[in-house]
């Protein structure tokens, strides 16, 4: 028996599969009360989406009321439950940076890489991605303001090409949900993948050091409730202090 977990009064984690609270195929998936409107960031890889749908009531609420579904990019454990929320749910929007959303919405697996990674045995060999339609293609700086919070996007290119995170002001503090670009670990997320890139890694890097937030809540391993920004100021300074590469993302 499993059951969303709520993290903060406005940040609850509805699907993992690496915790074992949803799909083994799906990424982190939060879901987030703007007061009154629910944003759902990722989706999951869409192989068991009721499973994500029976933690959203768990914690007393309805899937019916979540009216922005916002992806950090394309990779199927994120992304592929995406074309199932948006037929299932019509007050849903779906928005994704730019990049994703053409991807997505003409079911492009090479260009999120799902070609490579199902040969790797990351996903079941019959596993496809479903197109989906992106209401809202965002640009980066872009700002949208849900219920009492304002959701500012940020393109941050590196372990995939269409990376973003986003970040999330609420009345008392802010989040960064930032998808496969950080990790509280420290790992540096790039992959053996077409468009993951080093150079526009550290630029990313950089431009999320800059930034203020207090919660970090990345796509898979542990998230942080407080003290983001330190966290994301100690990794760049770590990979800015070396010329080697600090332990990456493997397996
Ligand atoms: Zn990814």
Request: charged share 15%.
């Given at each position: 028996m499993t059951g969303g977990i709520r993290l903060t009064p406005q940040v609850a984690l509805v699907g993992s599969g690496e915790i074992g609270l949803s799909e083994a195929c799906d990424s982190h998936v939060y879901l987030v009360d703007a007061g009154g409107p629910l944003v759902m960031v990722d989706a999951g890889a869409g192989i068991a989406p009721e499973r994500i749908e029976a933690n959203i009531r768990s914690?007393?609420?309805?899937?019916?009321?979540?009216?922005?579904?916002?992806?950090?990019?394309?990779?199927?454990?994120?992304?592929?439950?995406?074309?199932?929320?948006?037929?299932?749910?019509?007050?849903?929007?779906?928005?994704?940076?730019?990049?994703?959303?053409?991807?997505l919405g003409a079911g492009d697996e090479?260009?999120?890489?799902?070609?490579?990674?199902?040969?790797?045995?990351?996903?079941?060999?019959?596993?496809?991605?479903?197109?989906?339609?992106?209401?809202?293609?965002?640009?980066?700086g872009e700002r949208l303001q849900i219920g009492g919070c304002t959701v500012q996007v940020i393109e941050t290119p590196g372990h995939s090409a269409d990376s973003v995170c986003y970040r999330v002001a609420f009345a008392d503090g802010a989040a960064l949900f930032c998808g496969d670009t950080l990790f509280a670990s420290g790992l540096v997320p790039l992959l053996n993948t077409h468009d993951s890139d080093l150079a526009a890694y550290r630029r990313s890097l950089e431009s999320l050091a800059a930034r203020e937030v207090d919660g970090l809540y990345p796509g898979h391993g542990?998230?942080?409730?407080?003290?983001?920004?330190?966290a994301i100021r100690q990794q760049h300074e770590r990979l800015q202090g070396s010329i080697y590469l600090p332990p990456v993302l493997n397996g």
């Open positions: 914690l007393g609420y309805a899937p019916e009321q979540i009216t922005h579904l916002l992806l950090t990019h394309g990779h199927a454990d994120h992304a592929g439950g995406a074309a199932h929320f948006s037929a299932q749910y019509l007050s849903l929007r779906v928005c994704a940076g730019r990049l994703t959303a053409s991807f090479h260009a999120i890489a799902l070609d490579a990674a199902r040969s790797a045995g990351v996903y079941p060999p019959d596993y496809r991605l479903r197109p989906v339609a992106v209401a809202h293609a965002l640009r980066d542990l998230f942080m409730v407080g003290g983001g920004s330190a």
